[in-house]
T-cell receptor, first 113, second 112 residues
């Protein structure tokens, strides 16, 4: 069965410090991996994706993610956090048929000044 | 382009009532999906479609029906609302499985 795990419900980091939001996955075949962000009372917005190729993927707003096949992980990172990065972050994976998109439970990121 | 449009934004139903949540996209996307978001549960897939005339069940399909008669529209029907269906519902579309999904603004549904 396909699944996504985000082991941390909350991540707190000081502005200017690096941040990491963790994601691990289980999927049959090659994974198609995504990160989305949700601001209060809004829909989800796409940040970045890994389909194939370079394991380090760069996305919107300075975010990047590293695909690690052996650890089945796709952690989201940013070198220097901003207060405006505070939001709910979701990791998602499509199964090998690429039909269904499965989401993790989300990680609330708080960046304090 | 309007993107993905969901209506209504808010709705209160009584137990046993029926209603349809509307979703429309103007990007000519083949893939469309419905999710529900509950606190601590993330987004759970209700139903999805990979093209007009094709629908399939997701993780939590019970109590919901869908149809896809056109590429643009993907309505979600609640035939007999229950308090357990109180949630925020999101519709999403994508060009295909390897491309990113675009989400609507959500419908906040309360069943009393």
């Amino acid at each position: 069965a396909q699944s996504v795990a985000q082991p941390e419900d909350q991540v707190n980091v000081a502005e200017g410090n690096p941040l990491t939001v963790k994601c691990t996955y289980s999927v049959s075949g090659n994974p198609y991996l995504f990160w989305y962000v949700q601001y209060p009372n809004r829909g989800l917005q796409f940040l970045l994706k890994y389909i194939t190729g370079d394991n380090l993927v760069k996305g919107s707003y300075g975010f990047e993610a590293e695909f690690n096949k052996s650890q089945t992980s796709f952690h989201l990172k940013k070198p220097s956090a901003l207060v405006s990065d505070s939001a709910l972050y979701f990791c998602a994976v499509r199964d090998s048929s690429a039909r269904r998109l499965y989401f993790g439970r989300g990680t609330q990121l708080t960046v304090w000044p | 382009n309007a993107g993905v449009t969901q209506t209504p934004k808010f709705q209160v139903l009584k137990t046993g009532q029926s209603m349809t949540l509307q979703c429309a996209q103007d990007m000519n996307h083949e893939y469309m999906s419905w999710y529900r978001q509950d606190p601590g549960m993330g987004l759970r897939l209700i139903h999805y479609s990979v093209g007009a005339g094709i629908t399939d069940q997701g993780e939590v399909p019970n109590g919901y029906n869908v149809s896809r008669s056109t590429t643009e529209d993907f309505p979600l029907r609640l035939l007999s609302a229950a308090p357990s269906q109180t949630s925020v519902y999101f519709c999403a579309s994508s060009y295909r499985g390897t491309t990113e999904a675009f989400f609507g603004q959500g419908t906040r549904l309360t069943v009393v």
